[in-house]
């Protein structure tokens, strides 16, 4: 630090007090002229200062403890009465065990019937169009390898049942893995 922002005993004197005032880091450098605001807060850092209320006033009186009511409101819109049977709050996201298992049952059903893509339906990268699902097929190291070539969805690289495969939602790869550790 050069000597015209020296931390000399009136200036750290001058700190200490601005700061127990409750001034912020910028407000002292700007009193104190010559230093920086990084440099006042590495100093009240070596010298230790606690932290202070950001309004002296305020934290010097105490506040009494009175339990507050909540608020009462009325519905904002005026369909709202209508979603009263509706699930909320931390009961939102509760895992529904026998909805879901139908509903997986039902999806592998119909992923089943999307699997398998008949070998001259397959393409080269020379014949991958736009409109071509882009899911590789094979090893690329072999002449066989291919891609998908079924009706991509639009703006998808992929058709509907390799989309589905490549954009699961966070959850069910999570309940796919604790799946496959419980049978291992």
Aim: hydrophobic fraction near 35%; aromatic fraction near 6%; include cysteine.
């Amino acid at each position: 630090m050069n000597e015209a922002g020296a931390w000399t005993e009136e200036r750290v004197e001058l700190l200490k007090k601005l700061w127990s005032d409750g001034l912020s880091a910028s407000q002292i450098a700007g009193e104190l002229g010559s230093v920086t605001r990084n440099a006042v807060i590495g100093k009240v850092h070596r010298l230790g200062l606690s932290g202070r209320a950001k309004n002296p006033a305020a934290a010097s009186t105490p506040r009494a403890s009175t339990p507050r009511k909540a608020p009462t409101r009325s519905p904002s819109h005026p369909m709202a009465g209508a979603h009263a049977g509706m699930t909320r709050g931390n009961n939102a996201l509760a895992p529904q065990y026998a909805a879901e298992a139908d509903a997986e049952a039902e999806q592998e059903t119909v992923l089943s019937e999307d699997v398998v893509v008949p070998f001259s339906e397959r393409v080269t990268i020379m014949d991958l169009r736009e409109y071509m699902c882009r899911w590789p097929m094979g090893d690329p190291t072999t002449p066989e390898f291919r891609f998908c070539g079924g009706r991509s969805q639009t703006g998808m690289p992929y058709c509907t049942y390799h989309s589905r495969i490549a954009y699961q939602p966070a959850a069910d790869r999570r309940r796919d893995r604790s799946k496959m550790a419980g049978r291992g």
